[in-house]
Nanobody, 124 residues
């Protein structure tokens, strides 16, 4: 049993910053890899970032352009996504996901548990 709860979504102005958190409980206290995905209306779900809970390796979608940073605090069992230089095209529902593997993946099908999602809206 793994539960993921996202928080931190909301409204931001273009060029601003926003930080998301994903609090995990259950088996994710182990060495599961974690990821962030997002989905906008009329768009496919796309990979944002991933991190290995047993190490410091991180991966990012090409569209991030160095603007987003994923991090984790295993003592708090929490994953973060720090977003800066936000653009209107970043508007989407952001989902936290956990994979029953130590190795991250960019494919949403490789993840086994999902949070409810948190809305991020960026306006100009």
């Amino acid at each position: 049993q793994v539960q993921l709860v996202e928080s931190g979504g909301g409204l931001a102005l273009a060029g601003g910053s926003l930080s998301l958190s994903c609090a995990a409980s259950g088996r994710t206290f182990g060495s599961y890899a974690m990821g962030w995905f997002r989905q906008a209306p009329g768009k496919e779900r796309e990979f944002v970032a991933a991190i290995n809970w047993r190490g410091s390796r991180t991966y990012y979608g090409d569209f991030v352009k160095g603007r987003f940073t994923i991090s984790r605090d295993n003592a708090k069992n929490t994953v973060y996504l720090e977003m800066s230089s936000l653009k209107p095209e970043d508007t989407a529902v952001y989902y936290c996901a956990a994979r029953t593997s130590q190795v991250p993946s960019v494919d949403s099908y490789d993840y086994n548990y999902w949070g409810q999602g948190t809305q991020v809206t960026v306006s100009s």
